[in-house]
Every structure is written in C-alpha cells, then in structure tokens.
C-alpha cells in the first residue's frame, strides 16, 4: 500500500490485554493541575521497568470537571489490578496531596472500584473528614494550604496496551518531525495516551537478549548502525526509525490514534513530497505471540477493525 508516496507494510502491530484507570485532576488554574499530573505521570513509559504506563490525556476546562476548576484527564495502565491500584495509590500520596490547590476525582463510571482516596484519608491523622453526595464519597484531608479534597475511589476497566506503529526515514531529523507531527494529531483523540517521552520511542525493543540477564532488548533489525551486521528490516537509505506506543480504553480507540498518525504523517509528503524524508510506515509485533490484539495497518487506514 502507497499512500502519499510512503509505503505501508503489510503487517500489524500487537498488543496485549492491561487493566486502566482515569484520574480527573483540578487546581487552581492549569499551571497546577499540569504540575500534579506531570508529577503523577513521571517514570511511566514502560511496565517493563516502570510497573506502569501512564499520561495526560487531555485538558479540561472549568465546566468539565466535579467541582468548576480547570483541570486534566490523566490514564494509567497496567499489566494487572493488582499493580495499578498499588501504583495509583502511591502516585496519588506522592504526586496529588504534595501539589497546591491539587484535587482529584474519578474519571471512569464502572463496576469495579479502585482507591483513589479511601487510603490517603489517613494522612489527616484522625482529623480528615467526609461527605456523601450523590451516593459518592468524599473525603477532605487537612493540610497545609487548606484542604485536599479527594474522592474515595474511582473505576478501573479492561483496557489494551501496546498499539504501535513505526517511522522510517532517512534522517533522524525527518523522522523526529513527522514522530512529532503524528502526535499533535493523535492527541486530539481521546481514551489514548502515547506514554513514552513527547509520545515518541527511540529504543524499540525485541524479546529477549544475548545476556541472560535481560529479557528485552534493542530491535536491531530496524537499527540502523547495524544493518550490516544483523538481518536488517532496513533498506540502504534508511537512516532513523521513531517508533509510537499507543494504550487505550478499547480496540477501536487506538485503532482510530494510529489512523489518525499515520495519516498525518503521510500528508506531509503531500505538503512537501520526498522532502519529508519519510520512507514506509511498518510495526513491531512477536508473530502474534505477545498479545491478542492485531491492529492490521492495512485495515485500519482502510477504515476497517477487527
């Protein structure tokens, strides 16, 4: 498949089955409500080293949050419940209650609860009080500037991790920029995050290692130094491959983030032709032996799903 001049590959990206959360985060203004869910999602790109994946989701505005201040949507994604409720918790004691003006509230309606306040309470050394609204629990903790009003809990869902499609140019300027240009537009897209640094992943890795220690390590066949060493994946004049990661709520969510990227991507060679320096579009998948989840490339910018 050809589309703008830049060639799809006829394969698919996997992923596999994780457990989310969404976290309603508000502040005074913007300026503190991006501290805390900055602070919360620090060192989440990978469960591999991280325990979770998280990030900002979108902005909100005053009249999209539980008590009309401006706030963000955080999501946080791990590989079990277990895992994502430790981490939420610990996330919430060390990145939310430490913010000023910080609040919190749940951001997902479901059957199963996790703690998003009903732990932290305890912070108020007997002095925390609650309310109960709506059928909703409350809690306001004393501190310092205040009070930190949270919610008791919030929902956790079945949810997909590690939808990803690759960039290849031949500089690593030009794929850098059209990596950038991807995630301007997939961030308008809600129920995703890119977790990785700007969304963007240079360090794409294969299962397993020469050294037993490691059990994941460089996907040399799409690196570029090594392509006269190893059965390289790359043509001659490829030079950079970026790499996105993409979790979310459902199927169709990240099916329709990695459309809308790729899409972008390509219409920068119908902007500025070979001058975008972007090659192919491809992703990483372990033959279908890592997840249940395929997101066909050919499929998805065909406007199907499966």
């Known amino acids: 498949m050809l589309l703008n001049g830049i060639h799809i590959d006829d394969t698919f990206a996997e992923a596999f089955n994780m457990r989310g959360t969404r976290v309603i985060i508000t502040a005074q203004n913007h300026k503190w409500a991006y501290h805390a869910a900055n602070a919360m999602t620090g060192f989440a790109t990978s469960v591999i080293g991280c325990g979770v994946e998280a990030g900002i989701e979108r902005e909100l505005s005053a009249d999209e949050t539980p008590d009309g201040r401006p706030g963000v949507n955080v999501l946080m994604f791990a590989m079990g419940s277990k895992v994502l409720m430790q981490q939420l918790e610990t996330r919430m004691g060390q990145c939310i209650l430490t913010c000023p003006t910080a609040a919190a509230f749940a951001?997902?309606?479901?059957?199963?609860?996790?703690n998003l306040g009903k732990h932290l309470r305890y912070f108020g050394d007997g002095y925390q009080?609650?309310?109960?609204?709506?059928?909703?629990?409350?809690w306001r903790i004393p501190v310092m500037d205040g009070e930190f009003l949270v919610q008791e809990t919030t929902g956790m869902v079945r949810a997909i991790g590690g939808g990803n499609f690759l960039i290849l140019a031949t500089s690593q300027a030009s794929a850098l920029h059209a990596a950038e240009t991807a995630i301007v537009a997939m961030k308008q897209v809600p129920n995703v995050i890119m977790p990785f640094p700007?969304?963007?992943?240079?360090?794409?890795?294969?299962v397993g290692s020469k050294y037993p220690s490691m059990f994941a390590s460089t996907n040399d066949a799409f690196c570029p130094t090594l392509k006269g060493l190893v059965n390289t994946e790359l043509s001659d004049d490829i030079e950079s491959v970026m790499e996105i990661v993409i979790d979310g709520l459902s199927f169709d969510d990240i099916a329709i983030s990695m459309k809308v990227g790729i899409e972008a991507i390509c219409a920068l060679n119908k902007i500025s032709g070979e001058k975008s320096g972007v090659k192919r579009i491809s992703a990483g998948n372990y033959g279908g032996k890592l997840g249940p989840h395929h997101f066909k490339l050919h499929e998805i910018l065909g406007g199907k799903s499966t």
Request: aromatic share 4%.
């Open 129 to 138: 009080t609650s309310k109960l609204l709506n059928g909703i629990r409350y």
């Open 198 to 206: 700007g969304g963007v992943v240079r360090s794409g890795s294969k």
């Open 107 to 114: 951001g997902i309606d479901s059957e199963d609860q996790i």
